[in-house]
């Protein structure tokens, strides 16, 4: 991806990047999916955007957000200790996250901070249940195209000795390559 233009950007490319790194069993997708999938022979990540923070422009003024973000690690009660199957896949989301500019420019996309695990929710009331750990973490995110202008190519060094008007092109010759 070239530029990054929305949030909804920013979250495809976690879900795109979670889908490649995990096991086709584990489905990925949106906090909103909760409550509304099956919960039986697999196991959840849920991508949650918890809060937004509006960030000054940066360099190349995209003005930018620092994204609260939440990955619900949810596993079915129907596997033996789901509560650390559910860990075990919280921590394994951890080292994905640590490194990760998800496949978006580095320019528009800082690497994650704050990264941290707590338990989750745990539901052992119906026929299957579940067990979950939350991974949060902090990123800063510019979006939209640079404000920079290109700078013109460069088409050699001109010099002057002690110009009298330095803003004299005559007085300058080029240098010798």
Known sequence: MDTLHNPGDYYQAIKNTLNQTLH?????????EYGRLELKDTALVLIEFEQSTLLSPNHEGRL??????VLHAI??????????KALNLAAYLERVIVHHTWGLPSNQ?????????V??????QHDIGYESWCVLFSQKVYIGPSELEDDPPVKGIWWADNPINPADEKEY?????
């Open 24 to 32: 086709t069993s584990c489905h990925v997708g949106s906090y909103a």
């Open 64 to 69: 930018g957000h620092q994204f609260e973000m």
């Open 75 to 84: 596993v079915s009660g129907q596997y033996d200790q789901p509560e650390i």
């Open 109 to 117: 996309v800082s690497l994650p901070d704050e990264i941290r695990t």
């Open 119 to 124: 338990p989750g929710g745990f539901d052992r």
């Open 173 to 177: 010759e080029r240098f010798p390559n």
